[in-house]
């Protein structure tokens, strides 16, 4: 069964930094591209960014040279290291897998940027 818990969510002023992470069980993440979106109030899910089975990593405009995306083979963890961080980025962010066929979603994890 595959599980991802993401965490490292919160509050932060414009400018700040948060380092969100995405615990996986039932899978390597090591061997399947990972993803991490987000969805604003009101707004669709938005793609935020991707890291391949070979280390390749993407972004969306809006976030590149601000977010790095990662990954810990070790621990089975996938990361998202946020810097610069605007308002406009509040949103809940969420991890994501496609295994087997199928998508799998975390809960999701707030993260409010507000002076």
């Known amino acids: 069964q595959v599980q991802l818990v993401e965490s490292g969510g919160g509050l932060v002023q414009p400018g700040g930094s948060l380092r969100l992470s995405c615990a996986a069980s039932g899978i390597f993440v090591s061997r399947n591209p990972m993803t991490w979106y987000r969805q604003a109030p009101g707004m669709q899910r938005e793609w935020v960014a991707s890291i391949t089975s070979t280390g390749t990593r993407n972004y969306v405009d809006s976030v590149k040279g601000r977010f790095t995306i990662s990954r810990d083979n070790a621990k089975n963890t996938v990361y998202l290291q946020m810097n610069s961080l605007k308002p406009e980025d509040t949103a809940i962010y969420y991890c994501?897998?496609?295994?087997?066929?199928?998508?799998?979603w975390g809960q999701g994890t707030q993260v409010t940027v507000s002076s």
């Open positions: 994501t897998v496609n295994w087997l066929t199928k998508r799998y």
